[in-house]
């Protein structure tokens, strides 16, 4: 049998252990632009050959970066993000409820 996500492995030679997948939410922040927004992610668990843990992030079907790794701001694609709980966004959200989520952008001096 071939393992499809493509361990290195020859069929046959050794069983992978099974992986645990779970559901978690992340919320971002902007520090550039003051872009919010949340993402959920299914996070697959997986051992190594030394047993050691890592782990393959989706959004829906497609196998993306760890959220954990390098950000880009969806608004204005600076890398000043920052993680923060989903409630955090939330609060952000109510705040500032004119500017789509975040603080209201700069205006640039002329």
Known sequence: ???IRGSGEEPG???RPRFDRV???YGFACLHCGHTWEQTYE???HLDRDNKPFFYYYTGEERVPSPLS???C???GEHTVRITGTA???AVRSAFPHSGGGAPRARRRR
Request: proline residues 0%; charged residues 25%.
């Open 74 to 76: 969806l608004n204005c």
């Open 1 to 3: 049998m071939t393992d």
């Open 88 to 90: 955090r966004i939330s």
């Open 23 to 25: 559901q978690e939410s």
């Open 43 to 45: 996070i697959e668990h």
């Open 70 to 72: 390098t950000l880009t």
């Open 13 to 15: 030679t050794r069983q």
